[in-house]
Structure formats: C-alpha cells, structure tokens
C-alpha cells in the first residue's frame, strides 16, 4: 500500500484535487440556485409544495439515468457530473434555506416591522444572522454527500477520486481501490468538522452570546 | 378644556380577504393625547386587528385614521411607525443582540451618536427598572418572561414615540409579575405622559390601567368610556355581564378614588390624613382601616388638593354594588 502511495502520489494529488473542484463549483452553483428559490418560496408560499415535489423527483432519479439523459446535452465529462450534482443538490438546498427562514420566531418580524425597519434592513440584520446556522447545516450536508455522490463523476470521465474506486475494481488493485475509500471519506470527513465548526460559530451568535457591540 | 386627539378613527372597517365577516366594522373613536386607552374584548373580537390597523400592518377596508389630524395613509410608512411604540405578547426581542442592543434599535436607525445612544439606553433601563450593571450586556435568552417584556417596552419607548400600541403585553407573564409591570407601566405612563394604546382580554387589566377603556365584541365597539363610567353603567346586556364578574373588592382594586372625591372644608384639610388621587378604592379602603377617621384628604402627585373622600362613600358603593 505504502509503496503505492509512493509511486502514485501526485496522481492520487491530483484527482484529489479535482474531486475538490468538482465538489465546491457544484455546491457553488447549487447554493445560488437554491437560495434563489428558497426565497421565492419564503415570499411565495404556494410555490412550497411543486418546488418540493419537483426537487424530491428529481432527487428521486438513479444518478447513470440522470448521466444518460445530461450527456446528449453536455457530454462527458465534468459539465455534466457537476449539473447532476447541482440538481441533486436543490433536494437538500432548498428545504434547509427555506426552514431556516420560515423557523425565525414570528414575533421577531413582527416587532422588527411594527418598529418601522426597511424590509432591507430586516433581511440583512435580522433574517440573515438568524437563518444562517440553518442555512450552513445545509451547506454542510450537502458538501458531504456530494463528495460522496461526485465519486461516480469518474464513470463519466469526469476525474476525481472516483477514479481510484472503479479502476480499482476493474484491475483488481486492491492498493488502489483502498486509497479511493480511505481519500473519499477522509475528504468527506474533513469537510464535515469544518463546516460544523462554522455551523456551531453561526449557532452561538444567532442564540445570543458574545459581547455586544454597545 | 379640549385636550389634543393623538388618533382618531373614523368610520373604521376591516375585512380580510375571503372573510365573510367584518374583523373591525365601523369603529369611530379618539384617543386623547397622554392617556392610556385599552382595548377590552374576548378572544376574536378584532382588537389586534384594530391595532395593527393603526400602524399599518394592515391595510384599511374603509374609513380612515388620523394621527395627529393627518391621515396616516398619507404618511411614510416606516417614518410613521418610527413615532409609535410597538410592544407585543412574546415581546419578539432580538436573539442575537444584547439588552442593550435591542433597546438601542431605532436610535441606531436614526443614526444618533453613539454615546447619546448609550446614555439613553441606562436612562431607559433605569425607567423600566433594569439595572444597567446586571443586564446591560446580557443576551434575551438569559432574561425571564418579565425581564423581556421590560426590555421590549424600553425598546418600544426609545426614541420618544408619542404613541405606545401594545398588544397583550403582559399575556403570558405570571400573576405577580404582571401586576409590578403593570404598576411599573402606569407609573411611567405619568412620568412622561405619552399615549398608550393598550391590547388586553383581562377586564382587571383593562379597568386598572384604564383612563378609557374600548369594550370590543365581534369587531364592533360595545362602549369607550372611562372605566368608572362602564361599571356603573354599562351600555348594554355584553358590558353588564362583562364588568359584574367577580365581586365589589375587585372593582375596588381598579378604580381610584378619582370617581368618589367630594368637597371638603377647610378645617378637615387642615387636619386630615393624605392620599394621592391616583389611589385605588382597595388601598384607600385599607387606609381607613387602619386608620379609623371618617375621610381622607386626596391630592395630586404635586400637592394640589382635590378635595376629601368619605369612608361612607365607599361603604355605599360596596353595598349597593358599583352599578347604580
Ligand atoms: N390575517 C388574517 N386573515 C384573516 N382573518 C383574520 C386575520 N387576522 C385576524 N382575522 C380574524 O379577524 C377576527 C379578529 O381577530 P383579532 O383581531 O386577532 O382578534 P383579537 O386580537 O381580539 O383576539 C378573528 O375572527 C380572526 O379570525
Ligand atoms: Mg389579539
């Protein structure tokens, strides 16, 4: 195994960095997707119901179906593991942004309103700091399980640690295919303690702990 | 002396979309300047509505209102609100600000300097009686109902608003704690003479803090009189049997001695013990208890006297009963 490592390092660098890629343009792009719609439905509460039955249709496709559809359309590669993780993505997204609006105390809007504050002036100093550890458990979540979900990018040539796991299988090489899980996961696992510890920040300062600054 | 109308509701009506029913119909009324007005009704009869009305949460079905003689459609919505109070049940306070913080709310709006922002916060805090040394940097989740509601009323008062709307303010706090706010609130109320809108279901409540009370029922005004005035004459079947629950002693405890004052001699205010005129009839009833005299001497807060009030006087009233 060690020798492995030593002869394939730079590859086993390499894909790892393009599985980051991957990871963080396809989260990147599902965020702004999702904040967008979550926002519709926050304003829009009919709009709650079809998005979330869109989303969980979605999320409800087998991932080599959803390559087969997107590859007339983008092609192999990259493009198309990333708009299948985008989508896949809204399942999570859009659910975690909208609770983390709609759980905000509705006497805090209230009163934010009757006291004569700009809608502007609500979201940004109100709902924001109160949405945000809701909105970075998402965030999280999804940065986890798309590290998970992008391991089968590599069926479509898309790179990334996938890579390692199914030549692994194919050639039989043992080596290879534990580096892929042990890269995988220890990816995964890494991104998870950040983002909760971002998480936890965000959790401290809506519930009110700190000094102020007055 | 005509006293200065700070809101006026003119032929009032409010229907929600798909409602069959008028959630406030054709509500007339004016709040004078510098009193306490409460809005007194059971669940459902349309006195949030009223209030919200009046800050524009809600928009008008028909009829207008008028503050200070200018209609408030006509006003910029969130300057206007800027001039009212606004207090409601769950006190809605800010979980991520500090005490400080939240009482700083609109002055850090109107961009005043920072150090009269601090000193109007401690001056606030002194007024609804937060000690600044404990609670100044506390965060609300560390605050008891009560605390909060403190908090939520300096928030509401900080930059002056003439009119305070507060909507059940004290709904969900404990009996004990609710009577020092209430206290607390009525005191105030006369150090700075604002205009209190006030929302509650609690007749006590009401008749305490009253100078008029609103009696609501189904959206429609039932009477707006001073609370003496209600109890000893109730406008119809609803208001009778609203103020005749309970027993003469809880009238007494929300009545003053306002309503009861007679003439008095020379002599007797020579020689006669003193009460404030903002005494209730349970308190003033205990002085004569205590006391044994015949009278008592009522004055204002600043020594004024108004006059005397009889122990018979009281006597009579608990015997026949407040009604006439
Ligand atoms: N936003 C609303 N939409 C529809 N109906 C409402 C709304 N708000 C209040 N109502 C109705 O108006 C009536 C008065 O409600 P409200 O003013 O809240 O009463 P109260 O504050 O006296 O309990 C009730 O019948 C209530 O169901
Ligand atoms: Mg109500």
Redesign the pocket.
């Known amino acids: 195994m060690i020798r492995y490592l030593v002869r394939h390092w730079d590859d086993m660098l390499y894909m790892t960095w393009q599985h980051v890629q991957i990871t963080l343009l396809a989260v990147l792009f599902a965020f702004i997707i999702a904040y967008a719609v979550a926002m519709l439905m926050y304003k829009y509460r009919f709009l709650t119901m079809p998005v979330n039955g869109i989303c969980n249709a979605i999320f409800a496709i087998p991932t080599l179906a959803m390559f087969s559809i997107l590859i007339p359309v983008t092609g192999l590669g990259a493009d198309t593991a990333i708009v299948t993780l985008v989508l896949y993505n809204q399942f999570i997204l859009t659910k975690s942004i909208y609770t983390a609006f709609t759980g905000i105390a509705p006497s805090v809007i209230e009163s934010a309103e009757g006291m004569g504050m700009k809608e502007s002036q609500i979201y940004r100093e109100v709902k924001l700091p109160l949405a945000l550890p809701g909105i970075m458990s998402g965030i999280k979540m999804s940065v986890v399980s798309t590290i998970t979900m992008a391991t089968l990018a590599a069926t479509i040539g898309a790179g990334g640690l996938g890579v390692l796991l199914f030549q692994g299988i194919a050639t039989r090489n043992w080596n290879q295919l534990l580096w892929g899980v042990i890269l995988s996961t220890l990816l995964a696992l890494l991104a998870s303690t950040l983002l909760q510890k971002v998480e936890d920040y965000t959790l401290k300062k809506s519930r009110g702990e700190g000094s102020g600054k007055i | 002396m005509e006293s200065e109308i700070a809101i006026e509701y003119k032929n009032v009506t409010k229907r929600?979309a798909g409602?069959q029913y008028d959630?406030v119909k054709n509500v007339s009324l004016r709040v004078e300047a510098g009193t306490i007005v409460t809005i007194l009704?059971t669940?459902?009869?349309?006195?949030?509505?009223l209030l919200k009305l009046t800050n524009r949460i809600y928009d008008l079905t028909s009829g207008d209102i008028e503050y200070y003689g200018q209609s408030i459609s006509a006003l910029p919505v969130n300057e206007y609100r800027r001039k009212l109070g606004y207090v409601i049940q769950q006190a809605g306070l800010f979980p991520h600000w500090t005490v400080a913080e939240n009482i700083a709310t609109i002055p850090q709006m109107l961009r005043w300097p920072k150090d009269k922002i601090r000193e109007r916060v401690l001056e606030l805090m002194q007024m609804v009686e937060l000690d600044p040394d404990t609670y100044y940097s506390r965060y609300p989740r560390q605050l008891s109902g009560g605390q909060q509601q403190r908090v939520g009323i300096a928030r509401a008062l900080a930059a002056k608003p003439s009119v305070m709307l507060m909507d059940e303010p004290f709904g969900a706090i404990d009996a004990l704690t609710r009577e020092n706010l209430q206290n607390a609130l009525i005191k105030l109320q006369r150090d700075i003479h604002n205009t209190i809108l006030f929302?509650t279901h609690d007749v006590q409540e009401a008749f305490k803090l009253a100078h008029k009370v609103i009696v609501m029922d189904k959206?429609e005004i039932q009477q707006y009189d001073t609370p003496y005035n209600i109890i000893s004459a109730p406008a119809n079947d609803f208001v009778r049997k609203l103020v005749s629950t309970g027993d003469f002693y809880d009238k007494f405890r929300v009545l003053t001695v306002t309503n009861l004052i007679e003439a008095a001699s020379a002599e007797e205010i020579r020689t006669g013990p003193r009460i404030s005129d903002q005494t209730f009839l349970n308190d003033a009833l205990g002085e004569f208890l205590r006391r044994g005299g015949e009278y008592l001497i009522v004055e204002t807060e600043d020594g004024k006297i108004r006059g005397k009030i009889s122990y018979n006087k009281i006597r009579q009233l608990a015997c026949n009963g407040v009604s006439k």
């Open positions: 929600f409602n959630s009704g669940s459902g009869s349309g006195k949030t509505t929302v959206g």
